[in-house]
């Protein structure tokens, strides 16, 4: 099994910036797929942004030209840079890594946007 800590969440004001960070406790050369996940309150959760072992990338329409999703392997980490944030983009944010050990969640760090 693989632990994920999420961190870089925070309070930002609009038009402005976070990098959220994904550490697994182990190599992740071999995953599948690295994912960021949001959930709003009352909202049913949303997948943000994917990436491949590859390196192609996913992004829901709402976060395109926005949001970069990314990772190191070296560092075990996948990484969501968020820039131009809005309002709308408040929630918890989790990552979630499957690979030939199943599927692993990380705990959640919030993301507050406001003035």
């Known amino acids: 099994q693989v632990q994920l800590v999420e961190s870089g969440g925070g309070l930002v004001q609009p038009g402005g910036s976070l990098r959220l960070s994904c550490a697994a406790s182990r190599s992740i050369y071999n995953m599948y797929t690295g994912r960021w996940f949001r959930q709003a309150p009352g909202v049913q959760r949303q997948l943000v942004a994917a990436?491949?072992?590859?390196?192609?990338?996913t992004y829901t329409d709402s976060v395109k030209g926005r949001f970069t999703i990314s990772k190191d392997n070296a560092k075990n980490t996948v990484y969501l840079q968020m820039n131009s944030l809005k309002s709308e983009d408040t929630a918890v944010y989790s990552c979630?890594?499957?690979?030939?050990?199943?599927?692993?969640w990380g705990q959640g760090t919030q993301v507050t946007v406001s003035s």
């Open positions: 990436i491949t072992s590859g390196g192609s990338t």
């Open positions: 979630n890594v499957m690979g030939p050990w199943g599927i692993s």
